[in-house]
């Protein structure tokens, strides 16, 4: 009976370390399992945009950014673009964000005048940005320095610059004479309202109607960037360019729905985060400089179109005209609740250091 029990008992004590081995080999089993499930769960978005199908803004620098993000999370988060206003159309974007009818944005800022009061002291008529790199660093050092309220109902991705707006028309601009009474497009009433205080007219619409509105001779011309001449075909439809640097500045954005993104595991997001960083440095920074270069090119080359630049003499004339909606502007910022004097002057005080960085005649 001894030896019996005693051999029972070796038996127990062989097996039963053997038996809780492979329970605690089987329990990691599964949390690998889960794990593993985990880490190939894949996030898809949609990006909603107004740029046509064919500009460089869809075929170059959005999809070098879907590429890249999706390089760097291994194919976790795959994002599909939907250009010239298939899913929202531009006006509608952000809101259509903010609401989840699309997962990311990208549009102008202008587009809902009074909704972005501190993004829009960055495009007052008056303040001179050399080219879009200016303007693109102003803009993201500003939202850092500034943290503007009215943009944190969604993620922030990062913002960007059309750069520097000129007079695309079909009749020469050499002077204040020569605007009086023309009446060209505008994608923001803000300047429309510097038109008019120079002594011209502006009407507002979307960049895409304006190819048509000149075509037609609704317009006599359109204020934007020189890129347009070729993104939009705007070079088919002018004869002029006039050089105005202090007229106008766009403002793009790059937006994510907020529940998106905090539906994203922690080292998504920080990779995304870190990629949109380098991203920026690399292809952001200045994309418009070299969209307006070409277009330039491409609009003297085929279509000679002459380019007009403004004696000092005449532009401090223009500049002396748009000074007073630089007041306006902190005043409706007073008005808001917000500091319009230090807004303004953190803009003005980067324009400044970033004109000084990135001068056009070193």
Known sequence: MFRLLSLKNVLVALIFPLLLVALV??????KEDTESETKAEIFEFSLAHFQPATHEVETILIQDWIKRIEEATDGRVKITSYPGGTLLQGPEIYEGVVSGAADIGHSCYAYTRGRFPVMEAMMVPGIEYNNAKVSDW??????????PAEIKDVKHLFTWST??????????????????????????????????????????????????????????????????????????VTNYVTETPFLYNQLLFMVMN???????????QNIIDETNESFYKEVVAGFYDKLSENAVKLAQDEYSIEIIT????????????LNPLLDKRIAELNEKGLPGKEIMNTVLKLADK???EYDNSK
């Open 310 to 321: 403004l004696s000092d003499q005449e532009t401090q004339k223009w500049m002396a005209l």
């Open 163 to 236: 750069g520097r707006g000129d007079i695309l028309s079909k009749v020469p601009v050499r002077n204040l004479d020569d605007l009086s009474g023309v009446e060209l497009g505008v994608t923001a009433g803000e300047r429309a309202d510097a038109l008019k205080s120079l002594g011209g007219t502006g009407t507002v619409m979307p960049m895409p109607e304006h190819f048509e509105a000149i075509s037609r001779g609704i317009t006599n011309g359109v204020v934007a960037p020189m890129e347009t001449l070729k993104g939009f075909r705007l070079s088919e």
């Open 25 to 30: 080999l089987g329990g990691c089993g599964a």
């Open 138 to 147: 102003v803009a993201m050092d500003g939202i850092k320095e500034l943290n």
């Open 258 to 268: 907020k529940d998106k993104w905090n539906s994203l595991p922690t080292d998504l």
């Open 354 to 356: 970033y004109n000084q």
